[in-house]
């Protein structure tokens, strides 16, 4: 079901400009853009004092953690994301096809679903075109059966640039560490390195469309500007833009993902690595593990941080401050992943693109936690406590209101990318 509404003179982020104007949606389509419309159509929304963008599209979600489609996406629509891409346990086309069956009535936001790649399953991966992607897990990518993958296959794979073996070695190293903070040392900036690197060879022999998922150290980025090619895109994870080696004492082990948070001067050489093009966009990477999980002694502990409602008000905070510009925020959230994910008439406020947006008030300050709920069902968030200005307040999606003044929509309404 798609629905009709205009949004009246708000700050329209186009893809080359600021404006203040009105948007027309007709059938989940946007049809109008200018200074003032005269074709006003269905639901009136007010948009004076506010900033509408294009919805998020997140790139990198974890599907099979401790949460259904349903209760994420609601967590996402709150965070202004209107489409979503990730991986569940589907190795074959007929888990997939009951994977985005039960999608399909759950979800209140667009989805899409990456088939995993094993030694056992290479032709059928290649084959299933529902899959949005393949993922090739770390395992797969430190094997030669990875080279026959990406030699045999148009199809985007989306990489978890991890090497588990090297780090499971390196893990022996620190046999009896229970501190969180020897985590990155043990998850280190060689090992990412080298998971890059290979990934980067094997896009760059084979030429095929090639997501790397995420990048979180300087050396990495170094490695990109150096070796990239032009079919390969680049996720930087919400987390490690957002936290610091502060997070291992504020949040002990709940701080402990994969990528690891690490040092500031990494989270510098990201934002660097944005800026100039050398990485496309930002992911969430949203893994959300129960307090309980988290909270066992490390290295007992589960990798992985809810993220997926909190990259736009991080994102919204850090315009406020001026250290980025609405357009960038726009183009890493929306329209390069949308690119990278081959997302036709998706992530840009243009005419004949799907209106899936998000309404926005920059001066909004809410308390994750507090005045701004956790939504997420494992119940936490790693920034707790931090008060940002800059909040979605209405998110659109095909011209459905789905989120509004705090509110979620029960309906699902997301398609099938």
Known sequence: MAGSLTVHQARLVLPDRVVVGDLVVEDGIITEIGPSVQRATGLRIDGRGCVLLPGLVDTHVHLDACEDLGSMSRAAVAGGVTSVLGVRSARTPSELKAELAQAAELSRVHYGLYLRAHEDNLEQVMGDGRARGIWVSGQLLGTELAEQLFANTDRVLVVDNVLPERIEERGKLYEGV?????????????????????????????????????????????????????????GIPTPNLFLTEEAYQRLGTRAVASPPIRESRHQDALWEALRDGAADLIASGHHPVRGETKDRPYPGTHTGLPTVEWTLPLLLDAAQREAISLGEVARWTAERPAAAMRLP??????????????????????????????????????????????????????????????EVMDEPVGRAL
Request: glycine share 8%; aromatic share 4%.
């Open 178 to 234: 229970t501190d969180p903070s020897e985590h990155p040392r043990i998850h280190d900036e060689d090992s990412a390195v080298v998971a890059t690197e290979r990934a980067l060879d094997l896009a760059r022999l084979h030429g095929g469309p090639t997501h790397l998922l995420h990048v979180s150290s300087r050396r990495e980025v170094d490695l990109l500007a150096a070796r990239r090619s032009e079919h390969v895109t680049v």
């Open 345 to 406: 008439r998706k992530g840009r406020l243009e005419t004949g693109y799907d209106a899936d947006l998000v309404l926005v008030d920059l001066d909004a300050i809410a308390t994750v936690g507090r005045d701004a709920p956790v939504r997420s069902a494992c119940g936490w968030s790693p920034w707790q406590d931090r008060t940002l200005r800059g909040w979605p307040v209405v998110t659109i999606v095909l011209g459905e209101v789905v989120f509004r003044d705090g």
